[in-house]
């Protein structure tokens, strides 16, 4: 794993405040390199903070949001409607807040397709977005569970291995269902890869894959060799009192 940028910071909402300042840094330079700002978002709960806050007044601001192009970083097979969707998740928190954001800027994964159809079409989406070349995105996004996964690479699951597609149905036997998720490929040829893990659930597999033994987690196979990797962590998932 190449050097780890690792900050830590009080808590879950100081968490989201310095995400969002990372998201309007990155986001902006992209902006006035290439026209252009590419994301990938991360699901569950962590994130939610931190969307609600760039919809905010003080943040949505600092950025053109017509320049922006929001992807997913992975998605669960379940329609957009669904408490289960990330999709849902990130326009409660954001997309519906926004009113200078086109429609058109957000790449959904149509997760209420066959797992198979919703990946391969989601592949075909980042081809042409990507212009067939393999995506580098600006900013992907990532969580951590308590069992070292991240997007939705599970451990042992088949997407672990996966080094052509980019975008994949992913069988998770503790689910007994399919996720969608980006490949390592794609996440390692990121320009910025940032980490959100908070909470004392993290701690123990946080120490484990930051500073234990190397490739046990598939957190650990983040490493974006042409790109820069940030640990943003809040002290209960760092072990710290706080
Ligand atoms: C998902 C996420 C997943 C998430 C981790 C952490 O679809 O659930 O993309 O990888 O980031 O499971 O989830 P929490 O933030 O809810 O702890």
Same mark, same amino acid.
């Given at each position: 794993?190449?050097?780890?940028?690792?900050?830590?910071?009080?808590?879950?909402?100081?968490?989201?405040?310095?995400?969002?300042?990372?998201?309007?840094?990155?986001?902006?330079?992209?902006?006035?390199?290439?026209?252009?700002?590419?994301?990938?978002?991360?699901?569950?709960?962590?994130?939610?903070?931190?969307?609600?806050?760039?919809?905010?007044?003080?943040?949505?601001?600092?950025?053109?949001?017509?320049?922006?192009? &929001?992807?997913?970083?992975? +998605?669960? #097979?379940?329609?957009?409607?669904?408490? !289960?969707?990330?999709?849902?998740? $990130?326009? /409660?928190?954001?997309?519906?807040? &926004?009113?200078?954001?086109? +429609?058109? #800027?957000?790449?959904?994964?149509?997760? !209420?397709?066959?797992?198979?159809? $919703?990946? /391969?079409?989601?592949?075909?989406? &980042?081809?042409?977005?990507?212009?067939?070349?393999?995506?580098?995105?600006?900013?992907?996004?990532?969580?951590?569970?308590?069992?070292?996964?991240?997007?939705?690479?599970?451990?042992?699951?088949?997407?672990?291995?996966?080094?052509?597609?980019?975008?994949?149905?992913?069988?998770?036997?503790?689910?007994?269902?399919?996720?969608?998720?980006?490949?390592?490929?794609?996440?390692?040829?990121?320009?910025?890869?940032?980490?959100?893990?908070?909470?004392?659930?993290?701690?123990?597999?946080?120490?484990?894959?930051?500073?234990?033994?190397?490739?046990?987690?598939?957190?650990?196979?983040?490493?974006?060799?042409?790109?820069?990797?940030?640990?943003?962590?809040?002290?209960?998932?760092?072990?710290?009192?706080?």
């Amino acid at each position: 794993m190449n050097k780890k940028n690792i900050e830590i910071v009080a808590d879950s909402g100081k968490l989201a405040g310095r995400a969002a300042e990372k998201f309007i840094e990155i986001a902006n330079q992209a902006i006035e390199r290439q026209g252009a700002f590419t994301i990938a978002l991360s699901g569950g709960s962590t994130p939610k903070k931190l969307y609600e806050l760039l919809a905010s007044q003080e943040f949505s601001e600092q950025i053109d949001w017509a320049h922006v192009h &929001l992807f997913f970083g992975d +998605e669960r #097979n379940v329609p957009p409607d669904s408490d !289960e969707s990330n999709f849902k998740m $990130a326009n /409660n928190a954001m997309f519906s807040r &926004l009113n200078k954001l086109p +429609e058109t #800027n957000i790449h959904r994964v149509m997760g !209420e397709e066959s797992a198979a159809d $919703a990946a /391969n079409d989601y592949e075909q989406k &980042l081809k042409d977005f990507f212009h067939n070349e393999l995506p580098r995105f600006d900013l992907i996004l990532l969580g951590m569970g308590p069992d070292g996964h991240t997007a939705s690479l599970f451990p042992d699951s088949p997407a672990l291995e996966e080094n052509v597609r980019w975008f994949v149905e992913n069988w998770v036997e503790k689910f007994s269902a399919y996720r969608l998720t980006l490949t390592f490929p794609v996440i390692n040829n990121a320009s910025n890869v940032m980490f959100l893990v908070a909470g004392n659930d993290k701690t123990f597999v946080l120490n484990e894959v930051l500073h234990g033994a190397d490739n046990k987690y598939p957190s650990q196979k983040v490493n974006p060799l042409k790109g820069e990797l940030l640990w943003l962590i809040d002290q209960s998932a760092a072990g710290e009192k706080g």
